[in-house]
């Protein structure tokens, strides 16, 4: 089973940037799609963005236009570029893949899919 590994975040100030990464154990190349998630204390996981492997995207509103997400299948990582940051972007951020399909249940039923250990991003005002 390929494990995935989320990194980089960290503690910026409003209008910053950050790029996530999630690199895999093995390939990623076979996932009909992988997204990043987010989970903010005390509030459910939100989808924020999803990429599939021809390559289209989709955003959650609250996100688009800031952010983009993109996969180099050569290094089997998926990254999340953060711009114009702003504190309620503030949450432990995670990835996942696998099909569209089982990306948008494992937002109500985040039981059903394995995680990482996530990576903190904090947007200070």
């Known amino acids: 089973q390929v494990q995935l590994v989320e990194s980089g975040g960290g503690l910026v100030q409003a209008g910053g940037s950050l790029r996530l990464s999630c690199a895999a154990s093995g390939s990623i190349s076979s996932f009909n799609a992988m997204g990043w998630y987010r989970q903010a204390p005390g509030k459910q996981r939100e989808l924020v963005a999803t990429?599939?492997?021809?390559?289209?995207?989709n955003y959650a509103d609250s996100v688009k236009g800031r952010f983009t997400i993109s996969r180099d299948n050569a290094k089997n990582t998926m990254y999340l570029q953060m711009n114009s940051l702003q504190p309620e972007d503030t949450a432990v951020y995670y990835c996942?893949?696998?099909?569209?399909?089982?990306?948008?249940?494992?937002?109500?039923?985040?039981?059903?899919?394995?995680w990482g250990q996530g990576t903190q991003v904090t947007v200070s005002s």
């Open positions: 990429i599939t492997s021809g390559g289209s995207t």
């Open positions: 996942n893949a696998g099909s569209l399909l089982l990306l948008n249940v494992w937002v109500q039923n985040p039981s059903f899919g394995s």
